[in-house]
Every structure is written in C-alpha cells, then in structure tokens.
C-alpha cells in the first residue's frame, strides 16, 4: 500500500464509517517527505495489516452523538518522539468544540 493510497483509505474510513458515535479518526501526516524519519503507524486494507514508517505527526478527529446527528467534539494532534519513535500524548487542538 502506498503513502498516498493509505491516506486516502484512512478519509474513506473516516467518511464511510457505519457507526460515528464515539469513534475517533486519525490521519498521520509525513511533513518532510521522509520515510526514514518519523514515526510509523499500523494500516490496514483488504490486503491485510502493515507498518507504514515516516509520519511527523498524528491528527486525532473524536466523533459522538449530538442533538442534531454525529459532531465533532474535538481534534488532537500527538508529534512523534525521534528518539523514542513513539507518538507522544494527544494535545488538543485550541479552537475546536
């Protein structure tokens, strides 16, 4: 699965998910165009489980139940560790619900 292709998998999910009632979405974001650095994340499509390496960031989407249908309650932004290689705890994004 390709970089590309796994970014648009992870939207399509987001998208087309049966059930948004507390489920979070994240899309992981490669910022220097480097496979070599960065943290990797575990992917998954009808050809089975992979690790994708190179990804800076990770953009966290929290969906629940609202009065009017599913709402975005809030979006997190976790940075990866070089040293650790390892995603560091989700902060919240300011400005959002």
């Not at 089975?48 to 989407?61: K, R, V």
Request: charged share 10%; net charge negative.
């Amino acid at each position: 699965m390709t970089r590309k292709r796994f970014l648009a998998v992870a939207l399509g999910v987001a998208l087309f998910s049966g059930s948004a009632w507390g489920q979070t979405f994240s899309v992981a974001i490669d910022t220097d165009l480097d496979a070599a650095t960065g943290c990797a994340v575990a992917a998954t499509d009808a050809g089975g489980s992979t690790s994708l390496s190179g990804f800076e960031l990770l953009f966290s989407i929290v969906v629940t139940q609202g009065g009017s249908g599913p709402q975005i309650s809030q979006t997190q932004l976790q940075t990866c560790n070089a040293g650790t290689g390892m995603f560091g705890a989700p902060t919240v994004v300011e400005g959002t619900p």
